[in-house]
């Protein structure tokens, strides 16, 4: 086969461990998984009343144009529904803004690390990625700039960042902005933005209009709770939209998505209640870190990385052996790390009670 030849050695995303997985290799019965950043209460329960109620008819394709879906996301963000652009997940539109854009003889620039499917989407089309380290968790925007040349097709920009939960502030961003060239797409990627209750974050959708370059990206699989149905959406100015969707898969939407994101959408107190309910459990980790000694960035989004200054993998295993399931740092650039979705408050205090052991099990090993 006459595969391109950046797909040789590629490796697919790796996803976090399933829990029918752990509970099978490990033989325990209950598993608390803490890795993917889902919501821990669900999803709105309008959502699961409408989708019981939903009688779409399985044999017919999905309004290819997401109609209604289209009209109660434009209204509310106060947008036109020519400026808004749905995909399968958010990844799907990194996808379409991959396939787009990047080739061979252009080059993109992104932090380092940040959410990996950007470098993945960009390794596949051929072009040069330009990956420009964190600093203290946050992008470093004066070096991205620097980074801009004249060949330079996309900038992507993650707030909060995954995996740090480090936000781009209001004045931050729109100095950013101001001095990108204007043939330079910049994608700001917020699948954690409900999350967000820093004063000095940006109102996004102001900003597509005053810049012809930004492309804003969003997701229903966080807070909403919707992951399993894999729904997102961009908005920008018309024109970027108008380009970007010969790059839309027909169809690309099912019917089910469509409609529990319509409901999702409805229910702002569901996701009221979680915002609160996800600074109170990032709160349990802040204590815990501060009660421990141990380092971690200060959190925009419903996870945190916490630096236990020993192998991350080694940290992974030890919960895992117990029934909890998180993301080792190891795999995402920091390898003393470990990245846990906030919870319940139940389930906070158990993990927490877990790292608790690890640390006393590593104290007397030292």
């Not at 396939?99 to 003889?105: D, E, V």
């Not at 690390?113 to 380290?133: D, K, L, S």
């Not at 001095?179 to 990627?189: E, F, G, H, T």
Request: one cysteine or more; a negative charge; aromatic letters at 10%.
């Amino acid at each position: 086969m006459k595969w391109k030849k950046q797909m040789r050695g590629l490796k697919p995303y790796q996803p976090g461990r399933s829990i029918a997985e752990v509970k099978k290799e490990y033989g325990l019965e209950t598993i608390i998984k803490l890795a993917s950043n889902e919501n821990p209460f669900g999803c709105s329960p309008k959502v699961s009343s409408a989708l019981k109620n939903a009688g779409t008819p399985l044999a017919l394709y999905p309004d290819g144009y997401a109609t209604l879906l289209r009209e109660a996301v434009a209204g509310s963000l106060s947008l036109e529904g020519d400026e808004l652009i749905f995909g399968n997940g958010s990844d799907e539109l990194i996808q379409m803004i991959s396939r787009s854009l990047l080739h061979s003889g252009t080059n993109t620039v992104m932090a380092d690390p940040t959410f990996p499917q950007y470098r993945h989407n960009a390794h596949i089309e051929g072009c040069e990625i330009r990956e420009v380290p964190l600093v203290d968790g946050a992008h470093d925007l004066s070096g991205m700039l620097d980074a801009v040349d004249g060949e330079t097709a996309v900038v992507w920009l993650c707030s909060p960042n995954n995996p740090t939960g480090v936000y781009i502030t209001e004045g931050e961003l729109l100095a950013f902005l101001d001095k990108v060239p204007k043939d330079v797409l910049v994608v700001l990627d917020e699948a954690y933005y409900e999350y967000v209750v820093a004063d000095d974050y940006y109102n996004s959708p102001s900003l597509i209009r005053e810049y012809q370059n930004l492309i804003v990206l969003r997701t229903f699989s966080k807070i909403y709770g919707l992951a399993s149905l894999r729904a997102g959406y961009g908005f920008a100015d018309r024109e970027i939209i108008r380009a970007l969707e010969p790059a839309r898969e027909p169809f690309n939407m099912n019917s089910f998505a469509q409609a529990a994101a319509l409901e999702a959408i409805k229910d702002q107190d569901f996701v009221k209640n979680t915002r609160k309910a996800n600074r109170e459990g990032m709160k349990q980790f802040y204590r815990f870190c501060e009660e421990n000694r141990l380092s971690c960035y200060p959190s925009q989004g419903n996870f945190i990385l916490i630096d236990f200054e020993h192998d991350g993998n080694e940290v992974f295993q030890f919960l895992l052996e117990r029934g909890f399931i998180v993301r080792s740092g190891a795999v995402l650039g920091f390898p003393t790390c470990v990245r846990i979705t906030v919870g319940t408050s139940e389930q906070n205090s158990s993990v927490i009670g877990k790292m608790k052991e690890f640390l006393a099990a590593a104290a007397q090993l030292s």
